[in-house]
């Protein structure tokens, strides 16, 4: 496997489930990133974690639970979602933050669509 | 927060048309990335520009910096089918974080 891949691809699930999503890196970053993406809305940045620490969290709801064991690895833990939950979850990953001339380049993963019922 | 505003929103062009997409902001650029995104997948780097005025090109892709570092455009030239996708700009504001714009959606037909 090369790049960020993310599982599952495609996920249903009701109000009351508990899941995980589940993001792994293979390009030796130290950055890695979960993003929202809505219809109709900007790509909305969720968890920020650098070498495994949470470095930003964006107002996100405590029904989503973000967890990262290592620097490769990234879990996002939902429970009792909303409808309105529905939406493409990205993992992205940086070779670390952005910051004295740095750019952060980013690198995503294909996504998870959630679909809540 | 920074927005970023794109326009257009959707561009529906046929194959070997040339298009300008544009990305706007009330707040200066420290440096602007634009991603595409093919349905079904992530978005995809496809240029940082930091200094203002820059202009890189990447096959038929020409990306431009403004003077003011407040705007940027993306032309491409004689669109191709492969070209169709959701063109994202996006900007680093804090350490962490990169904000991304509106996107243009962009259909090229045959």
């Known amino acids: 496997e090369t790049g960020v891949t993310q599982t599952p691809r495609h996920l249903v699930m009701g109000m009351t489930n508990k899941k995980s999503l589940k993001c792994e890196q293979h390009?030796?970053?130290?950055?890695m990133y979960w993003y929202k993406q809505s219809a109709k809305k900007p790509l909305e940045l969720m968890f920020v974690?650098?070498?495994?620490?949470?470095?930003e969290n964006n107002s996100v709801p405590s029904r989503f639970s973000p967890e990262c064991p290592n620097s490769s690895h990234l879990f996002l833990h939902l429970h009792t979602l909303q409808p309105e939950d529905s939406a493409l979850y990205l993992c992205?990953?940086?070779?670390?933050?952005?910051?004295?001339?740095?750019?952060?380049?980013?690198?995503f993963g294909p996504g998870t669509r959630l679909t809540v019922l | 927060t920074q927005l970023l505003e794109q326009s257009p929103q959707f561009l529906s062009i046929q194959e070997g048309e040339n298009l300008t997409v544009y990305c706007n902001s009330s707040?200066?650029?420290?440096?602007l990335q634009w991603y595409r995104q093919e349905p079904g997948e992530g978005p995809v780097l496809l240029v940082t520009?930091?200094?203002?005025?820059e202009v890189k090109k990447l096959k038929r892709l020409t990306f431009q910096f403004g003077d003011a570092r407040k705007d940027s455009s993306l032309h491409i030239t004689a669109a191709q089918p492969g070209d169709t996708g959701l063109y994202l700009c996006?900007?680093?504001?804090?350490?962490?974080?990169?904000?991304f714009g509106t996107g243009t959606r962009l259909q090229v037909t045959l």
């Open positions: 992205a990953s940086s070779r670390g933050l952005a910051g004295g001339g740095l750019v952060n380049e980013q690198f």
């Open positions: 390009l030796g970053h130290n950055a």
């Open positions: 974690y650098s070498l495994e620490e949470r470095v």
């Open positions: 707040s200066v650029f420290s440096s």
């Open positions: 520009v930091v200094t203002g005025g």
């Open positions: 996006a900007t680093t504001g804090t350490a962490s974080k990169l904000t």
